[in-house]
């Protein structure tokens, strides 16, 4: 974006934001790259990548309505649902290459610590 939007000879000025979206797009292309080919690097990728977005996107959470401690995707990233949504479809393109190594796990728990807060009584 220009520096002044008012002055179109003003300097450019580079984003250094960083959204969920932008972690959950390559995860899941990775994962399916991994898939058609069968090349260890696409599922090296995408593994990494899925690390370093529980790292940025998830925090340490005590939820008294579970009654357990896991990590909890950040309400307040400002990502929105959407980009978190697109995030999520990583994850799980991942999980169908391994399920056993429970890349779901902190998901699922934020998605079930939601519901359980917004339950009618």
Not at 7 to 16: G, Y
Not at 47 to 61: P, R
Not at 102 to 110: D, F, P, R
């Amino acid at each position: 974006r220009l520096s002044d939007s008012d002055d179109p000879n003003s300097s450019i000025v580079i984003s250094k934001d960083k959204y969920s979206y932008n972690s959950g797009q390559p995860m899941q292309a990775a994962s399916l790259l991994y898939q058609i080919t069968g090349e260890e690097q696409y599922l090296t990728d995408a593994k990494n990548i899925a690390e370093s977005a529980y790292d940025k996107w998830f925090t340490e959470y005590s939820s008294s309505v579970l009654d357990e401690t896991f990590q909890l995707l950040e309400p307040t990233s400002g990502d929105g649902v959407w980009f978190h949504a697109i995030m999520f479809r990583g994850f799980v393109e991942l999980y169908k290459i391994i399920p056993k190594e429970n890349t779901l796990h902190h998901s699922k728990n934020t998605l079930k610590n939601d519901l359980a807060y917004k339950r009618p009584e």
